[in-house]
Nanobody
């Protein structure tokens, strides 16, 4: 059973925006608070790469390729993280995955497709 569930993907034209959500319906709240959460993506024919994550100190780590365009945020009470994606470009196309980790756990979602094309 998947512990993380993504939503919000779709098809947009270049310059458009999407907001991805990742919820943790099967993870209890106290466990969710311990997870380091983040977003990754995998383009066709490429390796999965980091997009944006929260650090253990609570700050964020944003990939250079999306810095200034993507924002990661979270709502702990809803066990949800978000990825606001603006000024989308064709190179942003791929499957976007949510991930939550601790020293003992490594949870992934099933992924949500984002396609940017004109």
């Amino acid at each position: 059973q998947l512990q993380l569930v993504e939503s919000g993907g779709g098809s947009v034209q270049p310059g458009g925006s999407l907001r991805l959500s990742c919820t943790a319906p099967r993870i209890i709240l106290s466990t969710f608070w311990t997870l380091t959460m983040g977003w990754y993506r995998q383009a066709p024919g490429k390796q999965r790469e980091l997009v944006a994550t929260f650090t253990n100190g609570g700050s964020t780590n944003i990939a250079d390729a999306v810095k200034g365009r993507f924002t990661i945020s979270k709502n702990n009470s809803k066990k949800t993280i978000y990825l606001q994606m603006n000024s989308l470009q064709p190179e942003d196309t791929g499957v976007y995955y949510c991930r939550g980790t601790t020293d003992e756990r490594d949870y992934w979602g099933q992924g949500t497709q984002v396609t940017v094309s004109s």
